[in-house]
């Protein structure tokens, strides 16, 4: 019988506080913001000493996302609010101690928020909830160890175990993850990409020969416009929008494509420049393209067809570098304006507008986040951008290329050291070369098919290394159950969250150092190394006393489960904790295993890291099939919504990290508290027989399955009709687990179709 625990948060029973959206982004406010996380969660002293070393030479990566620093300076402080908050949320001095859980059962905690489960401090010591029992109770490293091992090794099938990650691990733990999961038999390694920038990767790869970005930073300050497609970078990028306002001192042209006006896109003060906080901000888009959810690859169809119309593209740069341009000029010299317009929700006059500002620009930067990789049509739409790209040689050249912004610190260097379900040839044999790890050529299950897999009871025992899987996926409840059906579920984790309540028959918590904290191993204090999203791989040291003197770091917690394993089941010719003993060993094996990290420990410690090989943008080579870059044509594709329906997405507010709640407020769309709200267009409103503060209903509808979830606030907000907006992780239970993009399979969290209904209480 599994535990009756709550796999959502507690419906909030107040209104929301509603205003205005802010006309500014960063400022004062921002640096009050800051402050107050600082010392409330950390103290005053902790909050200074842990900000003055984030993102500088010898100090850590900030945690908040993936956006490079400069190559060649630090301003006085490399940090923003968000970021700021990243770092206060870790460095908090509060803690769960055993105590905690001996006063609170798991059910008792998931009645609890989310903002109240995270604000109780950082995890200090591994506890086991175990079988049949309703509280967690202490138990030692190695019986945790043990533990595992034990119910790995019992497991009819390697395949039965998922090994999960979280984007925020370090290179050298998340290489150490795979080379267990692989070791004992599986490649089973679903992450958090997978919800994440996988579309991005998949169309890329294809496209271009390489699942990246092909900019550097250097190259805002000779672009001479910069596509700002489907992200927020106010909130969620926020350095971001110092790169913004100097490429525009620099002459560039900002445009934005998003539904709504985001903050950020307005107007900056940069919180340290005094005459900037001053006066009312730089002004950052040029212009707003209030494009429909998933208007995007429509719009593009229309741009390209009218830079080809135009014969306004680069003969030479497609001659040389293209495949199968003629195809897809033949397919795109006719489109239907009816359905281009009616899908964007843009004219076909301000589309042609646009095409010839694309036209007349000599370098292009288009930059994407989740509106773009979280829809069905997802990788047909970057292709679209792509093809834009190719269209005018925007790509391997100075101020021009591609930019997915990627969301979590290490997300992509983790996926550079082998966290990836698909068996990749090359890098199975790298790994048995330098390991002995003989590794089974069969593709695992990415995130979809793993919770698949333990809802049919195909996977027994889940491993995560971070994150929070429970919330983060599509289908709240049927992760739920998926979880509930695990035999075992461990989580390698910093602080408490919701997937540590809904659990397996028995439960770990290992918890973990963070980047703030010293990792002292027993030849001395160890740096860890992570990439950032355009391709930098460079060291992070924390300098903070660790949160408890029980922590391990995550890659001596990989060493004690494989050394478990290990001793039940040879698997290879590593001595796990002697690497342990000193990073640089792990980082060895890196350099002999995945390619482009020659002199790893050496290039490393100079003081920004160095450059992965990207052939794009280092040489104009594609690693396709065709030995060039790809014109890729699909049909356009959309939502079909009935006269009642309408598409939702689901975003992030200011105050969040993930399903990391610090508050309810969203301070730059004006909502002071409250995170079960429904964002609608007050015209819709009206015609619903609605009104704004009226509590609703929310039904999906996918294929022929319903979802329901009950009571959330409406808000009226310059969205555009037809489209609604509303929080996540509240609102994945409403996200189909079958409602999937085609090729990377990322829930399609911002494609959702929703009907509206009164509340009847
Ligand atoms: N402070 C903070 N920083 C973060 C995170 C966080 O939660 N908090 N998360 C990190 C992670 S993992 C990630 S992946 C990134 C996420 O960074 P973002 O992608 O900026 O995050 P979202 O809130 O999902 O925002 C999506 C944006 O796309 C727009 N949008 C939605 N649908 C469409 C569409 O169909 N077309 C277009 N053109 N636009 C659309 C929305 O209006 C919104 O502005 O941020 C990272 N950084
Ligand atoms: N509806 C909807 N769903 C989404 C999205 C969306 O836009 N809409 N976005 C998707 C995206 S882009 C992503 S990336 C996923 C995020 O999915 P995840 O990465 O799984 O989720 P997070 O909320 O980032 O994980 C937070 C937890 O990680 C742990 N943690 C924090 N720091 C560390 C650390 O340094 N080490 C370890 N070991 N643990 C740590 C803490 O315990 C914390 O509670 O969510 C996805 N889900
Ligand atoms: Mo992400």
Redesign the pocket.
């Known amino acids: 019988m599994s535990r009756e625990t709550n796999e959502t948060p507690p419906i909030e029973d107040t209104p929301p506080i509603t205003g205005k959206p802010s006309s500014s982004a960063a400022g004062a406010t921002a640096i009050l913001s800051t402050i107050k996380h600082g010392i409330t969660r950390s103290g005053i002293t902790g909050s200074i000493s842990s900000l003055s070393k984030v993102n500088k030479f010898g100090g850590f990566d900030c945690p908040?996302?993936a956006w490079p620093d400069p190559d060649d300076h630090r301003t006085i402080a490399e940090f923003c609010e968000?970021g700021a908050?990243?770092v206060a949320d870790e460095a908090t001095n509060k803690k769960i101690t055993a105590n905690f859980f001996e006063k609170y059962s798991v059910v008792e905690l998931s009645l609890k928020s989310d903002e109240w489960l995270n604000s109780q401090g950082r995890l200090t010591s591994p506890m086991l909830l175990d079988e049949g029992m309703d509280n967690y109770t202490p138990i030692s490293w190695k019986e945790s160890f043990e533990l595992i091992a034990d119910e790995l090794c019992t497991l009819e099938n390697p395949n039965q175990s998922i090994f999960y990650t979280s984007?925020r691990t370090s290179n050298e733990a998340a290489f150490l993850w795979q080379l267990l999961a692989r070791g004992f038999g599986t490649n089973n390694l679903p992450d958090?990409s997978n919800m994440?920038?996988e579309s991005s990767g998949f169309a890329l790869s294809d496209s271009i020969g390489i699942g990246k970005g092909t900019v550097k930073l250097e190259d805002f300050n000779s672009a001479s416009l910069i596509l700002v497609?489907?992200?927020?970078?106010g909130?969620?990028?926020p350095r971001m929008l110092t790169a913004l306002r100097d490429a525009k001192k620099h002459g560039a042209s900002i445009i934005s494509?998003?539904?709504?006006i985001?903050t950020g896109m307005k107007k900056f003060k940069h919180p340290q420049n005094p005459l900037e906080m001053l006066g009312s901000g730089k002004s950052i888009s040029d212009r707003h393209v209030r494009?429909n959810?998933?208007?995007?690859m429509a719009f593009f169809r229309g741009l390209n067809h009218c830079i080809v119309k135009n014969h306004n593209y680069d003969v030479n740069f497609i001659g040389e570098h293209t495949s199968g341009f003629e195809d897809y000029k033949a397919s795109i010299e006719n489109v239907d304006w009816v359905q281009i317009e009616s899908i964007s929700g843009i004219s076909r006059q301000e589309i042609e507008s646009i095409a010839k500002i694309v036209s007349e620009s000599k370098s292009i930067i288009t930059c994407w986040?989740?509106?773009?990789t979280q829809?069905h049509n997802s990788v047909e739409t970057i292709q679209e951008m792509v093809n834009t790209h190719l269209l005018g040689g925007h790509i391997g050249r100075k101020g021009a290329g591609l930019c997915p912004?990627?969301?979590?610190s290490n997300?992509q260097g983790d996926r550079t050291v082998g966290i990836n379900h698909i068996a990749n040839p090359s890098l199975i044999h790298n790994i048995q070369n330098s390991t002995g790890i003989q590794t089974p050529n069969k593709h695992g299950f990415d995130a979809v098919n793993a919770a698949r897999a333990m809802l049919e009871g195909n996977a027994k025992v889940y491993l995560a290394m971070g994150g929070n899987f429970l919330s983060a996926m599509s289908d709240t409840k049927l992760i739920a159950k998926a979880m509930n059906r695990c035999q075992l579920t461990a989580f390698i984790s910093t602080k408490l969250n919701r997937n540590h309540l809904v659990t397996g028959k028995k439960s770990l918590i290992l918890p973990c150092l963070g980047r703030t904290e010293v990792d002292e191993q027993t030849t001395g204090n160890q740096f860890v190394t992570v990439e950032n999203s355009m391709g930098i791989v460079h060291s992070s040291q924390g300098h903070m006393k660790p949160a408890s003197n029980e922590l391990l770091s995550e890659a001596a917690i990989v060493a004690g489960i494989a050394t478990a394993v290990e001793n039940r089941r040879p698997m290879s010719d590593l001595d796990w904790n002697n690497l342990v003993e000193d990073y640089d060993r792990i980082r060895d094996i890196i350099e002999q295993t995945i390619p482009g990290f020659n002199d790893y420990n050496s290039r490393v410690r100079a003081k920004a890291g160095f450059y992965l090989p990207n052939p794009p943008r280092d040489d104009l080579t594609f690693n396709t099939q065709t030995g060039k870059a790809n014109f890729r044509f699909h049909n356009i594709s959309s939502l079909s919504p009935e006269e009642n329906e309408y598409v939702m997405?689901t975003?992030?507010s200011?105050d969040?990290?993930?399903t990391t709640v610090y508050s309810g407020e969203d301070r730059y769309r004006g909502i002071k508290s409250g995170r079960r709200i429904v964002m609608m267009n007050p015209i819709d409103v009206k015609q619903s027989n609605l009104r704004a503060g009226d509590l609703v209903n929310l039904t999906s509808v996918f294929q022929d399955e319903l979802r329901h979830s009950p009571n959330w606030y409406l808000v009226e907000y310059d969205i555009p009709r037809g489209n609604v907006?509303t929080y996540f992780p509240e609102a994945n239970e409403l996200i189909p687990l079958n409602s999937t993009a085609s090729g990377s399979n990322t829930p399609t969290s911002?494609s959702v179709i929703v009907r509206v209904s009164k509340s009847q209480d």
């Open positions: 908040g996302c968000n908050k990243a984007g958090c994440c920038h497609v489907g992200q927020n970078p909130t969620n990028h494509i998003n539904p709504l985001e494009i959810i998933n208007g995007d986040a989740m509106g773009i829809h912004v990627r969301g979590h997300v997405m975003i992030r200011h969040q990290y993930n907006a911002k």
